[in-house]
């Protein structure tokens, strides 16, 4: 018996654990937009899952242990920013 989704629900606020504060590229004005960068390092990426407004940081509990965790606002826009690429050779450009 299938049924038809027509609300998902989210939260108010967003928690993004991370292991080292060196690890976080942040915006100067806080304000995050879905799918940008919020935790970088040699292992992984982390891309924020929402858009909003960083309001901090927590302790929070992980699976196994307790870890910081970068607090996000949902704004519940979603919103993408739109970037810009110029490259000189257009036939350099890989996906």
Do not use: C, H, W
């Not at 196994?64 to 919103?79: F, G, P, R, S």
């Amino acid at each position: 018996n299938k049924e038809e989704v027509k609300t998902f629900l989210t939260s108010d606020y967003i928690y993004v654990p991370y292991d080292n504060m060196e690890d976080l590229v942040l915006p100067e004005d806080n304000k995050i937009y879905k799918n940008n960068i919020i935790v970088k390092n040699k292992d992984n990426v982390i891309y924020s899952p929402v858009s909003g407004i960083i309001i901090g940081k927590t302790r929070i509990n992980n699976i196994n242990k307790e870890t910081e965790a970068l607090v996000i606002e949902n704004d519940y826009k979603d919103t993408l920013l739109k970037q810009v690429y110029v490259k000189d050779d257009i036939y350099k450009i890989r996906y």
